[in-house]
C-alpha cells in the first residue's frame, strides 16, 4: 500500500478510461469484451481489451481498489516491468482458462480485470507471506490463508458454476501470477519455500480434477 507508482497510477488510469467508454458506448463494449464466439472467428485481441473492461462502476472500483493495495508490494519486488509483465501475463492467462473452459459456449462472454488483479495478489502474497489483509476490511488473515482459500472456493465455483462470476478467469490470473513470479523471483524458493509448496496446492487440485473430467 502506500503512494501510487507512476505505473500503477498509468494501469488504473487505462482500466478508468476504458471502462467508461464501455459504459456509455455499446459498440465499442461489444467489440472489444471477451466473447468465446468473437474469437473464435478471429478477434483474438478481445483476450487482452476485455480486461480493460467493466461491467459498472461497482466492479471497477473493486478491482481498482484491490490492485491499489497489493500493486506496491509487486513493485518493490519485482520493478515496475515485473509488476506490468504479471498484471498483462495474467489477464491474459485468465482469459485463456476461461477460453478452454468454455470453448463450446459460443455466446459465452466475460469482462473486467480481475484475473489480472488475482495475478498481482498471488504475487503479492508470494513476494510477502507475512502480510496480514483484513478480511471484509475487518478480520485480520494472514495473506497466504487468504489466497489459499479463495482458489479453493474458485476451483468450487467452477466446479459449480457458482454466482455468474468467471472463476476460471480468477484462477488464471492467480496461476499467471504465481507461475511468472518464481521465474522472475526465483530467490523466492530459498526464502519462502513453504509458501511456494502451499500455493501450489489449489493449482494442483484443479489440474487433477481437469484430468479426471471433474471440472
Avoid: C
Avoid at 478480511?135 to 489459499?148: C, D, E, K, R, T
Avoid at 507461475?179 to 500455493?199: C, D, K, N
Amino acid at each position: 500500500m502506500g503512494d501510487l507508482s507512476l505505473v500503477t497510477i498509468i494501469v488504473i488510469a487505462a482500466n478508468v478510461i476504458i471502462s467508461f467508454k464501455g459504459f456509455n458506448d455499446d459498440a465499442f463494449f461489444e467489440k472489444y469484451k471477451f466473447n468465446i464466439g468473437d474469437i473464435q472467428r478471429g478477434a483474438k485481441y478481445q483476450l487482452l481489451t476485455s480486461g480493460f473492461l467493466h461491467v459498472n462502476t461497482t466492479h471497477l472500483f473493486v478491482n481498482m481498489l484491490t490492485l491499489y493495495f497489493f500493486a506496491n508490494v509487486v513493485i518493490y519486488g519485482l520493478g515496475n516491468i515485473g509488476f506490468i509483465l504479471v498484471y498483462i501475463a495474467s489477464l491474459i492467462l485468465g482469459n485463456l482458462l476461461s477460453y478452454i473452459f468454455h470453448k463450446h459456449e459460443p455466446h459465452y462472454r466475460a469482462v473486467g480485470a480481475s484475473g489480472a488483479v488475482m495475478g498481482i495478489l498471488y504475487s503479492a502474497i508470494l513476494l510477502r507471506p507475512d502480510m496480514m489483509l483484513g478480511l471484509f476490511f475487518v478480520i485480520p488473515i494472514p495473506a497466504y490463508i487468504f489466497g489459499i482459500g479463495y482458489l479453493l472456493y474458485t476451483i468450487w465455483g467452477m466446479k459449480k458454476q457458482f454466482g455468474n462470476i468467471g472463476h476460471d478467469a480468477h484462477f488464471g490470473g492467480a496461476a499467471g501470477g504465481y507461475l511468472l513470479t518464481l521465474v522472475l523471483a526465483p530467490w523466492v524458493f530459498q526464502s519462502h519455500l513453504l509458501m511456494v509448496i502451499l500455493l501450489a496446492v489449489p493449482l494442483v487440485i484443479l489440474f487433477v480434477l481437469q484430468k479426471m473430467g471433474k471440472i
